[in-house]
C-alpha cells in the first residue's frame, strides 16, 4: 500500500503533553499545535554551512544543475538546488513502473511466476531500441525476469511487455502509473511511457516526487526493492550486461535505484546509500555527461555522510508526546516515531533544537495503533527542518454512550 500522505488541514491550536527525555544534551523545547504541513524549507543552494576542507566539495549549480539530497529516515533535506523544477527523467521514469509492479504484486493482481509474450506491436515499437533485453517477436518472458532487467540493466523493451501484459496495453499502464503517482503526493509528475523514451517532454518529474517514489519504494517494499534493485548487471539468454549506476560497488553502503541518459533529458540519476542505520537518498538531473554524475553522485554521498553529526532525541519506541482526540473511546493518543528520531547537525554545533508536533486535530476516532496521525518538525539554526511521521501507539475506538457522556463531562473542565 501507498505511504500515508502527511496530515493536512486546519483547526484550532490544542496544547498537548509532551514526553521529555531526561538524557538530552541539548535545549529542546517542544510545542504541539494543531496546523496543516507547512512549506518546505530548503537550505539555499551555496549552504549555510561552513565545513572543514577536508571534507568532500558540493559539486556546483554548472555540474549539477539540479539536486536533492535528503535523510530518509528523518526527511530532513540535506541539500537542494531546484527541488521542484520540472524536468525530463529518462529512464529513472522507470522507477515508477518497478514501484507499480512492487504494488500489483503485493496486491496480488501480478506474480513474478507469470510468462508475458512480446506482442508483435511491442516488437515493432521497442524490439532493440535503446537499453535492451535483446526480447524478440513471440518470446515468452517471466514477470520476475523483466524487473531485473528493466532495474538493473535499463530494458526499454522489458518494460514495454511488461505494462501490456499486466494492463492490457502501453496507455493502460501509464494511466496506472499516473494514478498511483498522485496516490504519493507527485503532484509535479506526469508519465506518458513506461520507460522514459523522449516523448517531447510528456514525461516529467521533479526531485521532490523523485524523492517521495523512493522512500515508498524502500518503506514499503523493502524485500522488492532488496532483490531486484541495485544488482552489479543481469544475464538473460546468456547476454551479460552490467549496470551503469555511478555508486554501486564504488559507494560503501551503496544500493543504487536508477540512471537515465537521454539527448533532451541529459543525465539523471535517483540513488541511494546506507550507513550505519541512515540512509540518504540523491537525486540529480541534467548533468553534462556520465563521468561528471559518477563524481558528483560520489560527492555529494561522501558529504552527506560526513558534514554532519547524528543527534538522537529520542530512544527508539518512546513515546514522543500526545494528541487530542474527539469522538474516541480515550481523549487523547500517544504518539511514537517509527523509529530513532534524530536531526543531522553541522558538526561541532551546539545550536538549540526546537520541536513542533503539528497535526489535523482534534483527530478523530477510531484510529488504528500505527496510524500516522501527526508530523513532528524538529528545527535548528542553519540546516533544513526534520520532519519526521509520528503513528498512534495505540488504537482508539469510537466512544460509546458512556464514553460521550465522561468525555463532555471533562470537556467542561478542559
Do not use: C
Not at 388 to 411: C, K, M
Amino acid at each position: 500500500m501507498p505511504p500515508p500522505a502527511s496530515p493536512r488541514g486546519k483547526g484550532a491550536d490544542i496544547a498537548t503533553r509532551v514526553m521529555f527525555p531526561r538524557f538530552l544534551p541539548l535545549a529542546l523545547t517542544l510545542l504541539a499545535l494543531v496546523a496543516g504541513v507547512p512549506a518546505r524549507a530548503m537550505v539555499p543552494d551555496g549552504g549555510l554551512l561552513t565545513l572543514p576542507p577536508v571534507l568532500p566539495a558540493i559539486p556546483t549549480s554548472a555540474e549539477a544543475p539540479v539536486a536533492l539530497l535528503v535523510d530518509l529516515g528523518s526527511g530532513q533535506v540535506l541539500h537542494a538546488r531546484r527541488p521542484d523544477a520540472r524536468f525530463m527523467p529518462a529512464s529513472v521514469t522507470k522507477v515508477m513502473t518497478l514501484y507499480l509492479a512492487f504494488e500489483l504484486i503485493e496486491q496480488r493482481h501480478l506474480d513474478p511466476a507469470q510468462v508475458f509474450t512480446m506482442s508483435p506491436g511491442i516488437a515493432r515499437d521497442w524490439r532493440r531500441v535503446g537499453s535492451t533485453m535483446f526480447l524478440e517477436a513471440g518470446e515468452q518472458v517471466r514477470v520476475d525476469d523483466l524487473l531485473l532487467g528493466i532495474a538493473n540493466v535499463s530494458a526499454n523493451d522489458g518494460a514495454a511487455v511488461l505494462a501490456e501484459g499486466q494492463a492490457g496495453s502501453v496507455a493502460a499502464w501509464t494511466a496506472l502509473m499516473n494514478q498511483t503517482a498522485l496516490g504519493l503526493g507527485m503532484t509535479g509528475s506526469h508519465f506518458a511511457s513506461p520507460n522514459g523514451w523522449p516523448d517531447e517532454g510528456r514525461t516529467f518529474t521533479t526531485a521532490s516526487d523523485l524523492v517521495a517514489l523512493a522512500r515508498a519504494m524502500i518503506t514499503w517494499h523493502p524485500d522488492k526493492f532488496g532483490y531486484y534493485i541495485g544488482r552489479a548487471g543481469f544475464d538473460y539468454k546468456g547476454i551479460a550486461q552490467i549496470n551503469h549506476d555511478p555508486m554501486i560497488g564504488r559507494v560503501p553502503g551503496a544500493d543504487g535505484i536508477k540512471t537515465g541518459f537521454t539527448n533532451e533529458a541529459g543525465f539523471t540519476y535517483l540513488g541511494t546509500a546506507r550507513r550505519n542505520g541512515q540512509r540518504l537518498v540523491l537525486v540529480l538531473a541534467g548533468v553534462p555527461n556520465g563521468r561528471l554524475r559518477a563524481r558528483a553522485a560520489r560527492a555529494y554521498v561522501e558529504w552527506g555522510f560526513s558534514a554532519f553529526e547524528r543527534r538522537q532525541l529520542f530512544a527508539p519506541g518512546a513515546v514522543v508526546g500526545e494528541a487530542r482526540v474527539q469522538g474516541g473511546d480515550a481523549r487523547e493518543v500517544a504518539l511514537k516515531a517509527a523509529g530513532r528520531l534524530a536531526i543531522n547537525l553541522p558538526k561541532g554545533s551546539n545550536s538549540p533544537l526546537s520541536a513542533t508536533i503539528r497535526y489535523e486535530g482534534p483527530l478523530r476516532a477510531p484510529i488504528a495503533a500505527g496510524q500516522q496521525v501527526a508530523v513532528l518538525e524538529v528545527t535548528a539554526e542553519g540546516v533544513a527542518p526534520a520532519r519526521i511521521p509520528l503513528y498512534a501507539a495505540e488504537a482508539v475506538g469510537t466512544a460509546g454512550p458512556l464514553d460521550r457522556i465522561v468525555n463532555a463531562a471533562l470537556g467542561l473542565f478542559s
